[in-house]
């Protein structure tokens, strides 16, 4: 069993080896939900706060959303069909 990784960060372009040969940066935010069965959010850019996540969510294979810290609970919180994770949070 494999799996494809992809990425979004707003300041990275480039993965230092072994990672680039591994993981495939986007080029948005909405390109990393298209098609996935699962996304990590393990960054607190603002903008993915703005992340539209009620027309993202419906264009993954599966709705299944991995949080750190909580971080777009507030966004996530009436959205149907999501498998919503926090991973972990700071006290």
Known sequence: ???DV???DPK???LPEPLSSAV???SSADAVFKGSEAV???TEW???R???FATLVPSMKRAMLIDQNAFASKQLADLSGL???VAGKVR
Do not use: W
């Open 83 to 85: 498998d919503y994770i």
């Open 24 to 26: 495939t940066i986007a």
């Open 1 to 3: 069993m494999s799996a």
């Open 12 to 14: 990275v372009s480039a």
């Open 50 to 52: 703005e992340l539209d």
């Open 46 to 48: 603002p903008q993915f």
């Open 40 to 42: 990590v959010l393990a």
């Open 6 to 8: 992809t990425v979004f």
